[in-house]
């Protein structure tokens, strides 16, 4: 697991800090088999940019802008806050 998503977690849980798989890409089979085992749990979903998505990366040129995945990492734990 990167840092990156846990560190931040980390600082604004601190001893409440939520449950979490990382999967590191795409779910492999045993991320899978993980996560329908986990009964009663709504599992919440933030992943890279998808490489198929073929008008995010022209888009991104046309605007001159990129944002590195560290800058929003703390948005996905607003949902885990709620």
Not at 3 to 10: E, K, L, Q
Not at 21 to 32: E, H, K, M, Q, R
Not at 45 to 68: K, N, Q, S
């Amino acid at each position: 697991m990167r840092p990156t998503v846990p560190a931040p977690a980390w600082q604004r849980f601190g001893a409440d800090y939520p449950p979490m798989v990382c999967t590191s890409g795409w779910p492999d089979s045993a991320a899978i088999h993980l996560l329908r085992a986990l009964d009663g749990v709504t599992p919440h979903y933030h992943g890279d940019f998808a490489p198929w998505d073929t008008e995010l990366a022209p888009l991104m040129r046309a605007c001159g802008i990129a944002v590195p995945e560290e800058l929003g990492a703390e948005r996905p734990f607003d949902d885990l806050a709620g």
